[in-house]
């Protein structure tokens, strides 16, 4: 499986990035994709998950400000993030995980100026 991500970049606080993550490849046995971040110095985290069935889990410190959804149509999740905050500045990484494998992104750097 290979997953290109897309849609990061720069904006001010408060505003919106909507992020991309398509899948290719042997696609049919993703369980779950998801939105991991690494800022600088720290460990990466968890941001967003869903499963194949569309179940979402998003961490605290996002919930309420990031929406994590799926269109199985074209193996594609996307992570809306609005009311950005310059704590959320980090490389986020699009993950899929299946009984076989797990998969990584190359990642797509967010900034967020104050």
């Known amino acids: 499986v290979q997953l290109q991500a897309s849609g990061g970049g720069l904006v001010q606080a408060g505003g919106s990035l909507r992020l991309s993550c398509a899948a290719s490849?042997?696609?049919?046995?993703?369980?779950?994709m998801g939105w991991y971040r690494q800022a600088p110095g720290k460990q990466r985290e968890l941001v967003a998950a869903?499963?194949?069935?569309?179940?979402?889990n998003v961490a605290d410190s996002v919930k309420g400000r990031f929406t994590i959804s799926r269109d199985n149509a074209k193996n594609t999740v996307y992570l809306q993030m609005n009311s950005l905050k310059p704590e959320d500045t980090a490389v986020y990484y699009c993950?899929?995980?299946?009984?076989?494998?797990?998969?990584w992104g190359q990642g797509t750097l967010v900034t967020v100026s104050s």
């Open positions: 993950k899929a995980v299946s009984p076989n494998f797990t998969a």
């Open positions: 869903i499963t194949s069935g569309g179940s979402p």
């Open positions: 490849g042997s696609i049919f046995s993703i369980n779950a």
